[in-house]
């Protein structure tokens, strides 16, 4: 077992908002008895690391590692780890972190914990807000993010985080499935659960419109329809199963609403927003059915307001919801995702490119010009 005290390593930090990710030498205080210690192999890197690394989601106070993808193998145990089936060696997946006490946490259902936020994105430790990197002058330096912070190539990881993984060859591409994949796929299994006579609309197929389509396209819904402004995600899109796809900067005068409907004849059973951007929420209420269902998964701007007319909404019975993960219980799910990857209906490898962490800017700049739909950094 590797030493649980003062433990050094490198880590890819953000010393303010705005800065570059830079590798940088820390300092792991200690693995407490319901920590682990994980060795990184391989992380996804998300959109939600763009937003933290421009400090556009609150609660997280700098210098930090963020990642929240990770996937490694187990260096050390505390005692007090629950889960007896989980050993030194084990080659693990990493997802998000839970305050455990909370209503919707003790009801076992994780994704919904009261304090989702604060635990995740405030990169600190649940049990006393502590967090174990620092630098060698003694700076503290926050690398909880999501329980895990798997940009440090070493990292003390919360229990709740950890997912064991049967299939060590999966790491590079499983990696996303405790965050991105699981979002996506989750929110179409979890908590939409459409029918097959039913209608689905996915604006913003990245990684986690991908995985929400691959979901759809599993339960064979009646029409699944793509929405983007990239014609080669789009492509993509139709070879995973979209029965449609459009680019609305081809609508014409006819608009995305109207052309949505169209499609649909009358409007979707259910509209998924990936993309977090305002204009495209809004169109959701336009795209679905009577009775239909808007929801939001992609992350919108802090302090945003959208517009909704809420007598349509009544008289129509639309819905409009926000899902975080999924809906997912990861230590559940993910095994679940696992196998419908071997049986041939989430082939989310085609998705991923990997990068060595040295080419780490390369990795973040394919992501924001959209040359990649799922970069993944591998601590070589």
Known sequence: MASTTNIYTEALVIQKPGDNFEMKTVILDEVRPDELLVEMKYSGICHTDVLLQNGLLP?????????????????????????????????????????????????????????????????VRVSDGSTPARYEDGTSVRSQCFGQSSFSRLSV??????????????????????????????????????????????????????????????LGVRQLVAVDVVDEKLALAKEFGATHTVNPNDCGTEGIEETIRRITDGGADFAIDCTGRLPVIESLFGCIAPSGTATSVGVPPPISVIRIEPQTFLLENKRYIGVVEGGSYPQKFIPELIELHRQGHFPVERLCKVYSVKDFDTALNDLREGKVVKPIIHWD
């Not at 963020?66 to 260096?75: D, L, Q, T």
């Not at 993984?165 to 979002?183: I, K, N, R, V």
């Not at 908590?191 to 691959?214: D, E, R």
Request: net charge positive.
């Open 157 to 218: 990881v919360a229990e709740r985080s950890v997912v064991k993984s049967p299939y060590p060859e999966t790491l590079p591409y499983f990696a996303p499935l405790g965050c991105g994949f699981q979002t996506g796929a989750g929110t179409v299994l979890n908590v939409l659960k459409p029918s097959k006579s039913q209608s689905v609309v996915i604006f913003g197929v990245g990684s986690v419109g991908t995985a929400a389509l691959m979901a759809a396209a599993y």
């Open 59 to 123: 609660g997280v106070e700098y210098p930090a590692i963020f990642g929240h993808e990770g996937a490694g193998i187990i260096r050390a145990l505390g005692a007090d780890v629950k889960d007896k089936s989980l050993k030194v060696g084990d080659h693990v997946l990493l997802s998000f972190n839970i305050c455990g006490k909370c209503k919707q946490c003790l009801a076992d259902n994780p994704s919904f914990c009261h304090l989702q936020l604060q635990v995740n994105v405030g990169s």
